[in-house]
């Protein structure tokens, strides 16, 4: 009796430890899934990085030529403010140059500078700036 006792008692561990070989077959199923997923998410992730990079390079790149694009419309507007600032000088100029030829025409009669009287000079004012040199020809000074 004693063999069977210790057969019972043999067959109960195998049975035990067959179904813990079952349990331990299946965890390691389940642990292998567990891995290939966090495989496949671990290269979609990747992946996804890789793109974002690229993404984030191009932006930069982007950013890049649209700095240097405002720095140039940048410049172009200065050159701009400049040209009209002189195009306003001359017009400024040339006004200054029309008025005292007004102020001859209509307080001479038509006569050249040359032909004014002293007093006619100095209502003209012989030392303004625009006044200066008007006493002999009188042409506007244009193009200057």
């Not at 496949?40 to 793109?51: D, N, T, W």
């Not at 405002?70 to 000088?89: G, T, V």
């Amino acid at each position: 009796m004693t063999v069977r006792l210790e057969f019972d008692k043999l067959s109960c561990e195998l049975k035990s430890i067959f179904e813990e070989l079952v349990f331990l077959k299946e965890k390691k199923g389940s642990l292998l899934k567990d891995l290939e997923r966090s495989e496949e998410k671990s290269a979609l992730l990747r992946e996804r990085l890789s793109m974002a990079v690229k993404k984030g390079k191009g932006l930069v790149q982007d950013r890049e030529n649209l700095k240097n694009l405002l720095d140039e419309n940048n410049s172009e507007i200065a050159k701009l403010k400049l040209e009209l600032q002189q195009q306003e000088s001359a017009v400024a100029d040339c006004r200054d140059q029309i008025f005292p030829l007004k102020l001859i025409r209509s307080q001479g009669g038509g006569k050249k500078g040359s032909e004014l009287s002293q007093g006619e000079r100095k209502k003209l004012g012989e030392n303004s700036p625009w006044g200066r040199g008007l006493y002999g020809a009188v042409q506007p000074n244009i193009g200057r």
